[in-house]
């Protein structure tokens, strides 16, 4: 009798549509499912940026540790909050079709303050520099919480607007209230995302060849291929500590393109490179990229940043990423 398979996901609205999503998967190829939410640090403190919470995968680490004791089978992330070195003994197993991988700032209707002073909020230290860079005379606020959350922080403050992932919002709104599809959008097109962002991962256990099996008919080759470039160029990038770096691989014909920055922390350094490969050449299009940006001023960035973040905690853990 072929086992069940246990979908551990977080238990946010957001999260759980996308476990859904992969066990509805599952389930149209005859596997049995069972979807068992988990509660994640990440969901509970709520008072500090990602990037201050001073442990590495506060979205995934909950799940890694439940899949490691054989509470679940299969963990659902969004990729991008996923560490560029999974845990030893898990593997990923499927990354689905990506969705819309825009950033959008929801706004109260004005946008006239784009020309002058204003307040814009979000928990991301990447859109904060990107936002600085671009509007260095603003102020940004800091914003956690899910989007059901953020929304209402939006509304409750005097704030202009506030900076949301596409791909969230499409995902929540068509069972959550009306204020989570609001008019006021505007697509950040100039903001480049994070990398893997709008995309889904699902992990297995690396003993775990039955489930393994299952979720491999779910990959979406092409976005396999671009989120791997990006996230090998964070890992390239990083060296272990947080920064502001976005990347966003594409495939046009046979031809892969990355475009990928680094910023400093208050958006007033920042450095791009956009290159392109044949596609069956890819392998080392992050890497490429990533050594040209530390070679044209990021090590001097990433030293800055390494020198003035918190250094590992007591239980040995780096920095969080955002």
Same mark, same amino acid.
């Given at each position: 009798? /072929?086992?069940?398979?246990?979908?551990?996901?977080?238990?946010?609205?957001?999260? +759980?549509?996308?476990?859904?999503?992969?066990?509805?998967?599952?389930?149209?190829?005859?596997?049995? &499912?069972?979807?068992?939410?988990?509660?994640?640090?990440?969901?509970?403190?709520?008072?500090?940026?990602?990037?201050?919470?001073?442990?590495?995968?506060?979205?995934? =680490?909950?799940?890694?540790?439940?899949?490691?004791?054989?509470?679940?089978?299969? !963990?659902?992330?969004?990729?991008?909050?996923?560490?560029?070195?999974?845990? =030893?003994?898990? $593997?990923? *197993?499927?990354?689905?079709?990506?969705?819309?991988?825009?950033?959008?700032?929801?706004?109260?209707?004005?946008?006239?303050?784009?020309?002058?002073?204003?307040?814009?909020?979000?928990?991301?230290?990447?859109?904060? !520099?990107?936002?600085?860079?671009?509007?260095?005379?603003?102020? $940004?606020?800091?914003?956690?919480?899910?989007?059901?959350?953020?929304?209402?922080? +939006?509304?409750?403050?005097?704030?202009?607007?506030?900076?949301? *992932?596409?791909?969230?919002?499409?995902?929540?709104?068509?069972?959550?209230?009306?204020?989570?599809?609001?008019?006021?959008?505007?697509?950040?097109?100039?903001?480049?995302?994070?990398?893997?962002?709008?995309?889904?991962?699902? $992990?297995? +256990?690396?003993?775990? &060849?039955?489930?393994?099996?299952?979720?491999?008919?779910?990959?979406?080759?092409?976005?396999?291929?671009?989120?791997?470039?990006?996230?090998?160029?964070?890992?390239?990038? /990083?060296?272990?500590?947080?920064?502001?770096?976005?990347?966003? #691989?594409?495939? #046009?014909?046979?031809? $892969?393109?990355?475009?990928?920055?680094?910023?400093?922390?208050?958006?007033?350094? =920042?450095? %791009?490179?956009?290159?392109?490969? %044949?596609?069956?050449?890819?392998?080392?299009?992050?890497?490429?990229?990533?050594?040209?940006?530390?070679?044209?001023?990021?090590?001097?960035?990433? =030293?800055?940043?390494? %020198?003035?973040?918190?250094?590992?905690?007591?239980?040995?853990?780096?920095?969080?990423?955002?």
């Amino acid at each position: 009798m /072929e086992k069940i398979i246990k979908i551990g996901t977080r238990d946010s609205e957001l999260a +759980l549509w996308q476990a859904n999503k992969v066990r509805d998967g599952l389930e149209k190829l005859g596997c049995r &499912t069972e979807i068992v939410p988990v509660k994640s640090d990440g969901d509970i403190i709520l008072d500090k940026p990602l990037y201050e919470l001073g442990i590495t995968g506060i979205f995934t =680490k909950t799940l890694d540790v439940a899949m490691i004791q054989g509470k679940i089978d299969v !963990a659902v992330h969004s990729m991008k909050d996923v560490p560029t070195a999974l845990p =030893k003994g898990i $593997v990923q *197993a499927a990354v689905l079709q990506r969705a819309d991988t825009a950033d959008i700032l929801v706004h109260k209707g004005d946008l006239s303050f784009l020309e002058h002073s204003g307040t814009i909020a979000t928990g991301s230290l990447r859109r904060k !520099a990107q936002w600085l860079h671009r509007y260095p005379g603003h102020t $940004v606020e800091n914003l956690r919480g899910n989007i059901n959350t953020r929304m209402r922080k +939006l509304q409750d403050n005097d704030w202009q607007g506030a900076i949301f *992932a596409a791909a969230g919002l499409e995902r929540i709104s068509p069972f959550a209230g009306t204020d989570l599809n609001p008019e006021h959008r505007t697509p950040l097109e100039w903001m480049v995302p994070a990398p893997a962002q709008g995309a889904m991962v699902a $992990v297995a +256990l690396e003993k775990d &060849t039955y489930s393994q099996s299952c979720l491999s008919k779910l990959n979406h080759r092409e976005t396999e291929i671009c989120t791997y470039i990006e996230r090998q160029f964070l890992r390239v990038l /990083e060296g272990g500590c947080t920064a502001p770096i976005g990347a966003l #691989a594409t495939i #046009a014909g046979d031809t $892969v393109s990355l475009t990928g920055i680094l910023l400093s922390p208050d958006g007033r350094q =920042k450095l %791009s490179v956009k290159k392109e490969k %044949s596609l069956n050449n890819y392998h080392d299009l992050g890497s490429i990229c990533a050594l040209e940006i530390l070679d044209r001023g990021g090590k001097e960035i990433m =030293k800055h940043i390494k %020198s003035h973040q918190p250094g590992p905690g007591p239980n040995g853990k780096a920095p969080a990423k955002t």
